[in-house]
T-cell receptor, first 109, second 115 residues
Framework: GQNIDQPTEMTATEGAIVQINCTYQ??????LFWYQQHAGEAPTFLSY??LDGLEEKGRFSSFLSRSKGYSYLLLKELQMKDSASYLC??????????WGAGTKLIIKP | IAGITQAPTSQILAAGRRMTLRCTQD?????MYWYRQDLGLGLRLIHY???????GKGEVPDGYSVSRANTDDFPLTLASAVPSQTSVYFC??????????????FGPGTRLTVL
């Protein structure tokens, strides 16, 4: 079966750095997405990786290793507004998006 | 409008009633999707449409139907609602043509309670 694993919840301090991991086992791979979802709101697109390596976008970076079935989202200089759930999703060989259950990130002052 | 709109924002429905959730996008995306999101389970695909006139079943299609008469609209119908269909429903769209990244963009969601 297809599976995406990410931690259920993480806690970090304002101003610090946090890394959210995602491992996947899917039938084929056509890209990996990270979305941010604030409580009571819709998911919003953060990043897309299809090749190995690091993609940097401001305070957020996303890394992919296809051989290891592994990705992480790195958030720097954490702000209170970064408190949200972060969803990892993989586009499989049929171009269906397989979603992880999400990681709830709690930022403390 | 810009992006995706959904209606209603929220609804309380008696079991056994019929309900249609509306979704409209103005981005001319060819693909559209309906998801439900339940606590601890993440997003689960109900139905999708790769282009106007075609639809397909997702992971949890039972009890739901969709239609795609044109590019912009993708309504989701619950023929006879049951309490297990209490959830938050998200509509999404993507440009899934060759050369695109298939990034999905989401509507604001409909919170449905079936009593």
């Amino acid at each position: 079966g297809q599976n995406i694993d990410q931690p259920t919840e993480m806690t970090a301090t304002e101003g610090a750095i946090v890394q959210i991991n995602c491992t996947y086992q899917t039938s084929g791979f056509n890209g990996l997405f990270w979305y941010q979802q604030h409580a009571g709101e819709a998911p919003t697109f953060l990043s897309y990786n299809v090749l190995d390596g690091l993609e940097e976008k401001g305070r957020f970076s996303s890394f992919l290793s296809r051989s290891k079935g592994y990705s992480y989202l790195l958030l720097k200089e954490l702000q209170m507004k970064d408190s949200a759930s972060y969803l990892c999703a993989v586009l499989d060989s049929n171009y269906q998006l397989i979603w992880g259950a999400g990681t709830k990130l709690i930022i403390k002052p | 409008i810009a992006g995706i709109t959904q209606a209603p924002t929220s609804q309380i429905l008696a079991a056994g009633r019929r309900m249609t959730l509306r979704c409209t996008q103005d981005m001319r995306h060819n693909a559209m999707y309906w998801y439900r999101q339940d606590l601890g389970l993440g997003l689960r695909l109900i139905h999708y449409s790769n282009t106007a006139g075609t639809t397909g079943k997702g992971e949890v299609p039972d009890g739901y139907s969709v239609s795609r008469a044109n590019t912009d609209d993708f309504p989701l119908t619950l023929a006879s609602a049951v309490p297990s269909q209490t959830s938050v429903y998200f509509c999404a769209s993507s440009d899934s043509l060759a050369g695109s990244t298939d990034t999905q963009y989401f509507g604001p969601g409909t919170r449905l309670t079936v009593l």
